[in-house]
Nanobody, 119 residues
């Protein structure tokens, strides 16, 4: 079983940047697709983006051009760089591990990290 721990959340002003990390332990995730999701208060969890084992990325339309997902397999860690943040990006951000690719259910979730963007 893979354990995931997100970090890097915080409070930032609109237009600012934050970088989130998702550290995996328990086994290597180098062959996994990894995804980022978010959940705002009163809303359902939504997809933000994902990265395949080979580095191919996929983003939800509202974050394209602003968010970048990357991975460092040597560190067993995935990153979410968020630029030009907007108040509507405020949410708890979660990472997920997809051992069989992002078109299949994730096997593990992190506990989440809060991102708050002030206007």
């Amino acid at each position: 079983q893979v354990q995931l721990v997100e970090s890097g959340g915080g409070l930032v002003q609109a237009g600012g940047s934050l970088s989130l990390s998702c550290a995996a332990s328990g086994r290597t995730v180098s062959t996994y697709a990894m995804g980022w999701f978010r959940q705002a208060p009163g809303k359902e969890r939504e997809f933000v983006g994902a990265i395949s084992w080979s580095g191919t990325t996929l983003y939800e339309d509202s974050v394209k051009g602003r968010f970048t997902i990357s991975r460092d397999n040597a560190k067993n860690t995935v990153y979410l760089q968020m630029n030009s943040l907007k108040p509507e990006d405020t949410a708890v951000y979660y990472c997920a591990a997809f051992p069989a690719g992002w078109n299949n259910p994730p096997s593990s979730w992190g506990q989440g990290t809060q991102v708050t963007v002030s206007s």
